[in-house]
């Protein structure tokens, strides 16, 4: 829907226009109020985004695998847990234009309806919280557009058919509030709108939902993660793709392993899942940890430095 991304893409610039009066604020002060470092150890926690960003000049080259299912039909011994399936894989460079601005591209697999999926990202933060509390929480906003490549569906009722180009597009637009307890807990709220410019027949085009995440440090190098997000959908749509499909929704559930290794940042992911982009494991995920459909799988960060060296104690 171009009325949709065109007030995504004005909201973004508005407030990233706002925020260069507040960052203009914060380092003058910066010497009184030192800024709260490493809330998360990187720029997502299990799935959903966090409020930490890449540094100015700074590349990003992540790799994100959701394999099948451990338990239930399709999952135990016969598939070995789930390793010999791929539900979702994606692959993504995002850099860092400035110490609070970074944007993205990638390239995933797709794990619902649609696949073949190319997503343009783009996340801004102006709050970032200091030990002081001056400033209580840090304060992010990330927004993307993804467009499938895959062949249209002759299913007219099917979310993979496509009129014209514009139905091959989805959008998210998020709000990320962050904040440190001490040195080990930080926490994470996370209030998300999801638009899909077509969709299945009874299925919802605009999506709200609420996602809460956290991260518990275990030592220097290691963190605990856990997400969940609780999608608003309507009791009309789950009621019909229950009674006509036999498909049940489920709120995403994730837990996770972090671990940092020099410029490596490793995740080892549980998830209920099938889907790693926001625009998919919001609104479609329909299998539940309960019946054995969860899935593990991998997240890989490596950073480099482009145009010279930077003074990371800054």
Not at 265 to 287: A, C, D, G
Request: contains cysteine; hydrophobic residues 35%; glycine residues 8%.
């Amino acid at each position: 829907m171009k009325i949709v991304s065109t007030i995504l893409l004005c909201c973004i610039i508005s407030t990233y226009a706002q925020a260069q009066g507040l960052d203009k604020l914060f380092d003058s002060t910066t010497a009184t109020h030192t800024r709260v470092r490493d809330t998360y150890k990187s720029t997502r926690i299990v799935q959903g985004q966090s409020t930490e960003m890449l540094r100015k000049h700074e590349l990003d080259f992540r790799v994100a695998h959701r394999f099948g299912d451990v338990g239930g039909e399709f999952g135990g011994s016969k598939t070995f847990f789930g390793t010999d399936n791929s539900t979702d894989i994606r692959i993504a460079f995002e850099y860092g234009i400035s110490d609070n601005l970074m944007v993205g591209i990638s390239r995933s697999k797709g794990g619902g309806d649609l696949q073949q999926l190319y997503e343009g990202l783009i996340k801004y933060r102006f709050l970032q919280q200091t030990t002081d509390d001056h400033v209580p929480v840090s304060l992010a906003v990330f927004g993307n557009a993804v467009i499938s490549g895959m062949t249209s569906s002759t299913d007219k009722t099917a979310a993979s058919h496509f009129e014209d180009g514009s139905d091959r597009l989805m959008y998210v637009a998020q709000a990320l509030v962050s904040r440190k307890f001490a040195n080990r807990l930080s926490l994470t709220l996370a209030p998300t709108y999801v638009h899909r410019n077509h969709v299945a027949y009874m299925d919802v085009n605009n999506l709200f939902a609420l996602g809460a995440a956290g991260r518990l440090k275990l030592s220097k190098r290691l963190g605990l993660l856990a997400e969940y997000y609780y999608p608003f959908r309507s009791q009309e749509s789950k009621d019909y793709f229950k009674a006509t499909k036999g498909i049940t929704f489920y709120n995403p559930l994730g837990l996770g392993l972090e671990i940092e290794t020099g410029g490596h940042v490793f995740s080892i992911t549980f998830t209920n899942s099938t889907s790693i982009l926001e625009n998919q494991f919001i609104p479609e995920t329909t299998t539940s940890w309960l019946q054995g459909q969860f899935r593990w799988g991998f997240n890989i960060s490596r950073r480099f430095t482009l145009f010279g060296k930077k003074d990371w104690k800054k």
